[in-house]
Nanobody
Framework: VQLQASGGGLVQAGGSLRLSCADS????????MGWLRQAPGKEREIVAR????????AYIDSVKGRFTISRDNTKNTVYLQMNSLKPEDTGVYYC???????????????WGQGTLVTVSS
């Protein structure tokens, strides 16, 4: 698994960003994919996760209704559409791969270079 996230940037509160993460390895569709956020001074957290086929989705409460995770297994890519962004969404976002259906960051052994999201108030 070789993951590379992109799409971050500086946005005003209320704005939107779409993150993408491509896997250059051959086993992308074998993994549950998550988006991990590392915010300044906070514990890292998985904010959203998606099952192998994309049929099952899950979000932490703070992003429900604002973020949407999706995946395209034909392109080995997972996405995170982020709407109504808030300053507390600021952080480095990584896509991560796991064989377990969980929000526990340590259960995601594969994650690559992240992308910085900064939301100004």
């Amino acid at each position: 698994v070789q993951l590379q996230a992109s799409g971050g940037g500086l946005v005003q509160a209320g704005g939107s960003l779409r993150l993408s993460c491509a896997d250059s390895g051959p086993t992308f569709r074998s993994y549950i994919m998550g988006w991990l956020r590392q915010a300044p001074g906070k514990e890292r957290e998985i904010v959203a996760r998606i099952s192998w086929t994309g049929d099952n989705l899950a979000y932490i409460d703070s992003v429900k209704g604002r973020f949407t995770i999706s995946r395209d297994n034909t392109k080995n890519t997972v996405y995170l559409q982020m709407n109504s962004l808030k300053p507390e969404d600021t952080g480095v976002y990584y896509c991560a791969a796991s064989s377990r259906w969980t929000f526990v960051p340590n259960e995601y052994p594969y994650w690559g270079q992240g992308t910085l999201v900064t939301v100004s108030s």
